[in-house]
């Protein structure tokens, strides 16, 4: 009696089960990269309400304002006067004097004890992702979506850069500043939108999902 038996696959067998998951990953790498790109843009939104929601924050501690404006250079604490897609990246300060420009030669006393105790200071810098774009710009009925640098007098940006007050609001009068966020690869396409409320609330929209936020 032959009690051997035949272990693994024919060739026949093999070369059905390769066609099989060739077709299949075919169909599944498209979505899977598709996934990945999207949470790409998910993280790097999520870093910028971070950075927003500590700049409010420490507005409010201190009861004094703080900027967000795009870096003059990758990890510098210069404010562009330019880079309205925020392209060398951005960063935070605490501004006491509300001049626009990081002093931390600048102090007050903040306790009223006759010593300077509070300095103007970095609370953080984010440097550029070269796979996305992140640009700044407000929107109204009149002229569209345009860069910040473009807001009339008395909006609550000079040169791209936000003032956080310490009443947790924007400094200015101008409604629906927001960053959008989009692949480099596919600049013009707006995947997120993070919205600034007046009040200086901070909200995510994916343009993908719902196109009217």
């Known amino acids: 009696m032959n009690n051997n038996k035949s272990l693994g ?20 790498l498209p979505n899977l990269k598709s996934m990945i790109e999207t949470n790409g843009v998910k993280a790097y939104a999520n870093q910028v309400v971070s950075n927003l929601y500590l700049a409010r924050s420490e507005s409010a501690k201190t009861g004094y304002p703080v900027k967000i404006c795009p870096s003059d250079t990758p990890t510098s604490t ?9 392209a060398a990246g951005w960063f935070g300060f605490l501004d006491l ?6 002093e931390p030669s600048v102090t007050v ?13 970095v609370l953080f810098t984010t440097e550029p992702n070269p796979a996305y774009v992140l640009e700044i710009a407000y929107s109204n009925s009149s002229s569209g979506t345009v860069g910040l640098s473009s807001m009339p007098s008395g909006a609550r940006a000079t040169n791209n850069t936000l003032t956080y ?38 909200r995510t929209c994916d343009l993908k999902r719902n196109t009217n936020c």
């Open 109 to 121: 006393d903040w306790d009223n004890n006759g010593s300077a105790d509070i300095a103007e200071k």
């Open 9 to 28: 696959f024919s060739l026949p067998e093999l070369l059905v089960t390769v066609a099989v998951a060739s077709i299949l990953a075919a169909f599944a």
């Open 165 to 202: 007050l310490p009443n947790g609001a924007l400094q200015g009068q101008i409604k629906d500043v927001h960053f959008k966020l989009s692949l480099a690869k596919e600049p013009t396409d707006t995947r997120l939108r993070v919205n600034i409320e007046p009040t200086g609330r901070v």
């Open 78 to 86: 210069v404010c562009s006067s330019s880079n309205q897609d925020y």
């Open 97 to 102: 004097n509300n001049n626009g420009l990081y």
